[in-house]
């Protein structure tokens, strides 16, 4: 008698796979502000180097690394199966990204940037 083992594959979820594409689009758009505040985050030494202008040009140019880590991190929870993880790893970037959009659609609906 001979038994057949079939492979056995984490569950998906359809939810959880849309969820990670959404987040991780409005995280791609959240590069494109990004550019511009990091390139006129270097006026922070205009006034001359110092520790403050060092922390704040950094913090903002370390931005990318929090999206794009929780990104590769909620794809390999994804592919092993582990969608509550996935999803919360994903969605660590939208407490900083959605708030700022938001401010952003604001100001150019309502307010001014003056």
Known sequence: M???SLPLTPPRSRGALAWLIVSQLLGVLSLLPWLVIAGLSIMAFD???STEAML???AIWAYPLLPIG???LAWVWYAKGRMRHAVIATSV???IILPLLLYLVYMMAWGSFT
């Open 2 to 4: 001979t038994s057949i």
């Open 47 to 49: 006034a001359g180097f």
């Open 56 to 58: 704040f040009v950094g």
């Open 70 to 72: 929780c990104s590769i």
């Open 93 to 95: 970037p939208m407490v």
